[in-house]
Structure formats: structure tokens, C-alpha cells
């Protein structure tokens, strides 16, 4: 636990459990943006020369995933006047114990992958396969369409610090990939959600139960 | 040249978005559909060839694949003004728009060497697609456009992370750092192994979903079942193909650095799995477009199957992404005008269609009987090819659970197209104006004949084709 790199990261799973505890709909939101902010410094500490560029990947993460998309998620929450996810899929404590359950697989099963020498002893991989499940657990599991986009805010997090062990080798794919998969997919469904809002005055998915056979 | 293909369509978009006049932006979709498959054809005849290292490139697996979704487009394109002259109560502008920037993107997917802008083109193609969805403005076209949404994103977040897997698999081997598919596949021997087929399960799983293959098909029947005939048809014959398409490129990463056969087995099984799933649900279905939807779950099955099976399989694989395409865009159109005809797409609602709508009706039976894998069209040879290579290549198991569940699907979908095409129709169908003309049905009866030519005969430069593009997919190391 001396590398600091390891201390954002344990902090990042630590996130996790928050927001997949929290009934708060605020709290989801503010969750996701502070996992945000800690992972917008990941670039400065797992790269050691310090440029420019890395420099930008900090600042434009910070800035969407931090700042951007919280605050368009709390401003669709709060014109809904929704506060609480109420009665998910899957209750808080089982999605708690789940969360626990996707951590220690993730642990176990990035032993068995073999790391560049320069990542070796790092969380890296751990946290990014956690972070992938738990983001998947809250998009599966919560009905509000503003939770379902937190849970996929996460997931991408947890694409992002896997993006860290190649923001060396191939730097671009890494910035255009992940912000462009965010900026857009957020961006569209935030439109989504704001027909979803028109059409039932609601945010919550359940009513988007329709189609079925 | 290649960029002219994915230019071409997104001009086509930025010209249908800026004409005022509703009757010129309808046919502004046509004339760019055609352009685009002169151009591809005069690419392919004119032999045009760019060298290794280009981003863009037609080599012979682009070319089935980017020619099938062209000759498509245009199909679906020459339906959209009759369409549209139905539709006058929706703004139109970024329907056309749309369809055109769909066109460009799947050109680009599918000219891609390069593992990131595959991925980038995929996640695009996706993006243009969803005002497609949501054209009709309903509850229920909102809720099929948020679960594609939804579903089609963690799909392609988990292709992303399946690239960087491969990405990083490059790395640890100690790889230059290139993305390009000809360094790929050429440093493909020293990559390593655990991130490799971790890579490319994640890969299967992420364009796996955009395919639809079960069971990550969940969007497909509320997304097929709310979309319009054009959309249905665009989807399934264009969508479905480009994903497999981006799986072939990968594939052959992981074929060429020697896991091949575990790569296989998995290809196996998820296509085994589509089909079988799809036979349970098609089964009794009483709503005409998700049995489409469904139909179209099976057949990505069987394309991934003869990917699996490989030998001959490959090469049938490859036949039936052109028959499945074609034969679905039959289909999708046919039932848009069985369902604007009945104002419903549902069997309590739809009996007689043959005898209300003789075009449209007997074109929807004919579709049917291709679909299913009845001589003498196209789709019968290429299935036939796949089950051949199945039997002969020692894989009787998966052989004969595949002929047993072609059968269920026959069988199933068979009862619920004669009860919708057969009798009389039905007095609550009456109430509406609409008739066949000229216009909607055209564009079907040429599809229809080109899924009954490739039946028939198969021109000698597209078996070299097919063989060419078989054979880059086949290299072992």
C-alpha cells in the first residue's frame, strides 16, 4: 500500500460501495463525480514524466467526469423532483454483498494475468475489473434512468483506469476512446432521459415495461 | 478513394438535412444510396488496391460485406419516398439525415484496419441509428430506443475494453505499439496468451451484442419490433453484418497468433445458443416483427456458427451474411406494408394479407420460404454449406442440432406467416386507405430477386471473392 497510485485506487472501490449502498439519488451522483475526480489524477501519478498531454487527459476528465456530467444528471433530478431510488431490482444489502463478491473475483482473476514490468504490484487491474462490475450492477439493478446512467458512468471509470496501463504505449486511443464513449453515450441519453421525462413526467424505467413477450 | 465511400454518404446527409423541399429530401437518399454503390463497384472492378498500412482499406472481406449493406441501403432507400409520402404528420429531416450518416458509418466500419477506429466507427453506427428508432415519437418506440441505447452502449464499452485487452496482450509481448490490423496480425505469434483470450471474449461479448446473438439480444425484439420497415430492414441486414464484421477482424488477430481453436469453440457455442433460443421464441409468436426479430437472432447464430465450424463453413458463413441481408431486407419491407395495411403487426389483428395486399402478401411468403432455408433461393445454398461443413468437418453433434432446429424454426415461423397471409382479412382491417403501388413494392421485388438469383446461380467472381475473403480468415500461423 506504499505507492500512491494504490491509495486512489483502494479509494475508488471504496466509492463503489457507496453508491451501490445509498438509496440517495445525490448521493449516487456526488458518489460517481468524486470516483471521477480521484480517477482524473490517475494519469499524473501512473505516468511519471509530466507533460502536456498528460496533463490535458487530467483536466478534461476532471472537468466531464467530475464537474460536466454530475451537474446535467442533478439538474435532470432535481427538475424531476425524484430524491430516492426506491424498491431497486436487486436490494441494497444483496447488491452490497454482490459488489463485495465481483471485487474478490476481480482480485483473483487478475492474478492469473500477466502485467507489463512497469505496472507489476499495482492495483491497476484489480480496481478497473471492480470497478467494470460494480458499474454494471447498478445499471442492472436500479429502475431510475438516472441511476442506470450513473452505473454506466462507473463502468466506463472502471474502463479508464484499465486505459492507464496503456496511456503510454498508445495514448490516443486511450483519450479518444474513453471520452468520446462518455461525452456521447452520456450526451445522447441525457436527450433520451429528457423525452423519457416529457412522455411520462417520470424517470423511472419501470414504466418502460411494455414491450415484452 | 475508400474515404470518397464514407464522404460520399455524410455529404448525402449534410445535403438531405439542408433541402427544404419534403418531396426532393426523400429522393436525396436514393441518389446518394446509388452514387455510393456505383462507386463501390467501380472500386471493385477498377481493382483499386492501397498498400499495406493505410487506416482504410477494401480488401475482399470489406467488399461481401460493405457490398451487401450497399446494395441494401439502395433497396431500402428507393422504398423511403413512398415511405415518406405516408409519414407527412413526422418531420422527416433527421430520419433522412440519419440514414445517411448509418450508410457512411458502416462504410467506414467495415473499410477499417485499425482496431480503434473500428471500434469508434461501431459506436457511431450505433449513435445514428437511435433517431432512426425513435422516428415514431411513441411511449413504445421510446422504450425500444432507451433499451438499445442502453444495451448497445455497455456492448460497446465492453468491446472497448476487449481492445484494449488486445491492446495491452500486443504490449505485454513486447509488440511495437500499433493498432493497424497487417501489424497485428503480423506480431500476432508473440502476443500474450491470457490477455489475448480474455480479449477476445470480451470482443465477442461487446460486438456479440450489437449482433445480436443470444443471450445479448435483448434489445433486438423491442428494437426490430417498434422500428419502421426501412429501419427493421437496415438493422438486420446492415447493423447485424457490419458487428460481424467487426468480430472477423478480431477473429483473425486471434486466429493468427495461434487461438484459433479456442476462439472457434466459443463461436460454436454462442451460435448454437442464438438458434436455439430464437427456435424456443419464435415459436407461437404472434407479433409479425418481433418474429423477424427473432429470425434475425437465429441467423446471426448460424453466420457466427460457420465461423465456428471453419473449412467450408467459412465460406458458407460468409454466402449467408449476403442471402441473410438481402432476404431480411424482404421481409422488413413487406411487413411495414402488411402493417400500415392492417394497422397492426399483430396475428389478432392480421389474416388474409394475400388477399388484401397481393404484392406485398405473396413478397412477405416468399421472404418467409427464403429465410427458412427452402430451395431454390439463396439462403438454402448457404445454409446448406454451413451444415455440410458441419457433418463433413466432424462436428456431427452440432450438425444435426442444427438441422433439428432449422426444422423448429420452419415449422414455428411457417404458422405464424400462413395465418397472417392465408384467409380472409378481417373486418377491423378495412378502416384503412392503404394500398400497394408501385412505389413500396418495386424496391421489394428486386431484393426478392436477387435473393432467388443467388439461389439459382452463383457468378464466378463472387465465389472468387468469397474464397479470397475465406481464405484471409482461414490462415492459420
Known sequence: MTHPVDILLVLVILLNFLVLGTPSLRMTIRGAALQGTLLALLPLLVHRGFGWRVAAIAVATMALKGLLIPGLLEKAMRDVHIRREVEPYVGFVPSLFLCAVGTALAILFSGNLPLAPEHAGTLLVPASLATL????????????????????????????????????????????????????????MGIVINHIRQEFSSLDTELLSELKD | ??????????????????????????????????????????????????????????????????????????????????????????????????????????????????????????????????????????????????????????????????????????????????LLFDDLLAGAGSFSRPWLRAAFVLLLVGYGTKMGLAPLHTWKPDAYGEASGIVGALLAGGMTNAAFLALLRVYRVVNAAGEGAFARELLVFMGLVSIALAAVFVVRQRDLKRMLAYSSVEHVGILVLGIGLGGIGVFGSLLHAINNGLTKGVLFLSVGNIHRAFGSKHLDEVSGAISRLPVSGSLFLVGFFAITGSPPFGPFVSEFTIVNAAIGGGHAVAGTLLLVLLGIVFIGMGSTVLSAVQGRPGTASAGTPYKDDLARTAPILVAAALVLLLGLWLPEPLVSLLERAAEGLEARP
Open chain 2, 1 to 178: 478513394m475508400e474515404v470518397g465511400l464514407v464522404l460520399l454518404p455524410l455529404l448525402g446527409a449534410v445535403v438531405a438535412a439542408l433541402v427544404r423541399s419534403r418531396e426532393r429530401r426523400a429522393w436525396v437518399v436514393p441518389a446518394a444510396g446509388v452514387l455510393h454503390l456505383l462507386l463501390l463497384g467501380g472500386m471493385v472492378l477498377g481493382n483499386v488496391r492501397s498498400g499495406r498500412g493505410f487506416w482504410l482499406r477494401l480488401d475482399p472481406l470489406a467488399t461481401v460485406i460493405l457490398g451487401t449493406i450497399s446494395v441494401l441501403f439502395v433497396v431500402a432507400a428507393f422504398y423511403l419516398p413512398g415511405y415518406l409520402a405516408l409519414r407527412r404528420d413526422r418531420d422527416d429531416r433527421v430520419f433522412c439525415a440519419g440514414l445517411l450518416v448509418f450508410l457512411a458509418m458502416t462504410s467506414l466500419l467495415a473499410l477499417a484496419q485499425h482496431l480503434g477506429l473500428l471500434w469508434v466507427a461501431m459506436e457511431a453506427t450505433t449513435l445514428a441509428t437511435a433517431p432512426l428508432l425513435y422516428f415514431n415519437r411513441t411511449a413504445r418506440s421510446l422504450e425500444a430506443t432507451w433499451k438499445y441505447l442502453m444495451i448497445g452502449s455497455v456492448g460497446i464499452a465492453i468491446a472497448l475494453l476487449g481492445s484494449l485487452f488486445l491492446a495491452y496482450s500486443a504490449h505485454v509481448g513486447g509488440a511495437e505499439p500499433s
Open chain 1, 133 to 188: 462490475l460494480s458499474g454494471f450492477l447498478v445499471l442492472t439493478t436500479r429502475k431510475k434512468a438516472i441511476s442506470q446512467v450513473v452505473g454506466y458512468l462507473i463502468l466506463e471509470n472502471g474502463i479508464f483506469i484499465f486505459g492507464q496501463l496503456l496511456i503510454e504505449a498508445m495514448p490516443f486511443l486511450v483519450e479518444a476512446g474513453v471520452l468520446l464513449d462518455l461525452f456521447v453515450g452520456i450526451f445522447i
